[in-house]
């Protein structure tokens, strides 16, 4: 991989120097992750997860307005079994990325690299939750779940992830609101496929045109976070059933 294309980048600004720290971290971390003796139960967390987040937002998921961005959110956000490609080609052109992109944009992606690391990072802690008690990732149930949840030493960075959510979710409806954006990733797509960017060009794409569908992205982070909030609350206090909300949130 390219960390030391990473470590040796110039960086002139405070976004900068926040996305290469991130990537390094990241870095470090895949391939922690990649090592790991629970790496394909880490991979079976993340499916119950999103499936429990798609149950949780179902009408969410189902409305035509939002069902092509929450589909993005799940499947390429938060799908780190298939995005090695994509994850390299970032380290990779990480210095051409810092020489032409405005802070705006380096803050965006830094945001989504930190979202990316802060959820494999709770996954792997939950399987190895799971490890310890002896209860294997595919059998994992609600109960299984709300147990090592509640035994976590990172509830602070579930916080944050959630905020995470709100913050790169606005960011991401201000940048494909850019209408330009659209024709300069149909015209940079031959280029991608040229440089063997075409992973990234593709992750890219999708998340204008999914974003680029949704009418009121305000209103769809605010119910996710005021739900995934209340679902928190509920696993810490012990809520018996504490996936099904109240009819207002």
Not at 50 to 59: F, G, I, M, N, V
Not at 183 to 195: C, D, Q, T
Not at 222 to 229: A, F, I, Y
Request: hydrophobic share 40%; glycine share 4%.
């Amino acid at each position: 991989m390219y960390r030391e294309r990473l470590v040796n980048t110039d960086v002139r600004s405070d976004s900068a120097r926040r996305l290469q720290q991130l990537l390094l971290d990241y870095h470090d971390f895949r391939i922690h992750k990649t090592g790991h003796r629970l790496l394909s139960s880490t991979f079976t967390v993340a499916d119950w997860q999103a499936e429990r987040l798609k149950s949780t937002h179902q009408d969410l998921y189902q409305h035509l307005g939002y069902h092509t961005g929450l589909e993005f959110l799940l499947t390429d956000l938060y799908a780190p079994a298939s995005m090695t490609r994509r994850d390299d080609n970032i380290d990779r052109v990480f210095p051409k990325m810092v020489k032409w992109l405005p802070d705006h944009q380096l803050e965006m992606l830094a945001g989504l690299v930190e979202l990316n690391l802060i959820t494999q990072q709770l996954d792997l802690e939950l399987a190895e939750l799971l490890d310890e008690r002896d209860i294997p990732a595919s059998s994992v149930t609600g109960e299984h779940y709300c147990e090592v949840y509640r035994a976590s030493q990172k509830l602070e960075q579930r916080e944050k992830q959630v905020m995470l959510v709100a913050d790169v979710g606005q960011q991401l409806d201000r940048y494909v609101r850019n209408r330009a954006l659209g024709w300069l990733l149909s015209m940079s797509r031959a280029p991608a496929e040229m440089a063997d960017l075409s992973d990234l060009h593709n992750f890219l794409h999708r998340g204008y045109l999914a974003f680029r569908k949704m009418d009121n992205v305000d209103l769809l982070i605010s119910r996710l976070v005021t739900r995934e909030q209340q679902v928190m609350d509920n696993i810490l206090n012990g809520h018996p059933e504490p996936f099904v909300l109240p009819g207002d949130l």
